[in-house]
C-alpha cells in the first residue's frame, strides 16, 4: 500500500529557479529516500536520509527530513530543463523491507 | 553500483498468454528481491517479496495464482503473468536487496519491463 503523499503534484518552473517538492507518510520509518523517474524509464536513487538525521545535501539538491511531522521535503536549485522528471519519495520500515512509494511530484522545467 | 539488470525491457503479447519477466542482479547475491508495478502517471506499487529458496509473500489484493514470483537462485528471480489480459499492461520493475541487515544495505532498482497486452 502506498504511505507517502507527495505535494504538489505537478510543478511547473523556469530554469535557474528552485523546485521544492514535499512528501507525507504516515507511520514510523527506518530511511527515506528520494528517486528521480524519467518519462517511461527506470528509477534513478537521488539520495537517502535515515530517521535520526534532519538534513542532508548532494550536490544541488538538499533534502529534510522532520520525523515529527512524519515529512521530507527535496529542494533542488539552480534547476535546469534536464531536471524535468517525476520525483518520488520512498520509504521502508527496517532492513529487509520493502520500499513504499509515494505518489510522486511532477516536474517540468522550462529553458 | 551494483547492477541489477531486467529482461525483456519490454514484450508485447496477446490476450491470454502467459509472459516471463526475468530479474538478474549481475555483481552480488540477493536472498530478496522485491517486484514492482507502475501504472501510466501513477507511483509504484509493490507486488510482492521475492526470497530465495522460499514462497514469495504477496501484497493484499496481488493475485499469487495470476502472478507467479521464482527465485530459484541468489541472483534470479522471475515474474510469469499467467493469462495476461490488457489490464495488466503496465511497468514492471524489480528491485534487489545488497547487504540485507548491514548498514551498507541498498536495494537496486532493475530498468523495468513494459509489458502491453493486446
Known amino acids: 500500500s502506498q504511505q507517502g503523499e507527495e505535494d504538489p503534484q505537478a510543478l511547473s518552473i523556469q530554469e535557474g529557479e528552485n523546485a521544492t517538492m514535499n512528501c507525507s507518510y504516515k507511520?514510523?520509518?527506518?530511511?527515506l529516500q528520494w528517486y528521480r523517474q524519467n518519462s517511461g524509464r527506470g528509477l534513478v536513487h537521488l539520495i537517502l536520509i535515515r530517521s535520526n538525521e534532519r538534513e542532508k545535501h548532494s550536490g544541488r539538491l538538499r533534502v529534510t527530513l522532520d520525523t515529527s511531522k512524519k515529512s521530507s521535503s527535496l529542494l533542488i536549485t539552480a534547476s535546469r530543463a534536464a531536471d524535468t522528471a517525476s520525483y518520488f519519495c520512498a520509504t521502508d520500515k527496517g532492513a529487509g523491507t520493502a520500499l513504499i512509494f509515494g505518489k510522486g511530484t511532477t516536474l517540468s522545467v522550462s529553458s | 553500483g551494483a547492477v541489477v539488470s531486467q529482461h525483456p525491457s519490454w514484450v508485447i503479447c496477446k490476450s491470454g498468454t502467459s509472459v516471463k519477466i526475468e530479474c538478474r542482479s549481475l555483481d552480488f547475491q540477493a536472498t530478496t528481491m522485491f517486484w514492482y508495478r507502475q501504472f501510466p502517471k501513477q507511483s509504484l506499487m509493490l507486488m510482492a517479496t521475492s526470497n530465495e529458496g522460499s514462497k514469495a509473500t504477496y501484497e493484499q489484493g496481488v493475485e499469487k495464482d495470476k502472478f507467479l514470483i521464482n527465485h530459484a537462485s541468489l541472483t534470479l528471480s522471475t515474474l510469469t503473468v499467467t493469462s495476461a489480459h490488457p489490464e495488466d499492461s503496465s511497468f514492471y520493475i524489480c528491485?534487489?536487496?545488497?547487504?540485507?541487515?548491514?548498514?551498507?544495505?541498498?536495494?537496486?532498482f532493475g530498468p523495468g519491463t513494459r509489458l502491453l497486452v493486446l
Open positions: 528491485s534487489a536487496l545488497r547487504g540485507p541487515g548491514t548498514p551498507q544495505e541498498t536495494q537496486y
Open positions: 507511520t514510523s520509518i527506518n530511511n
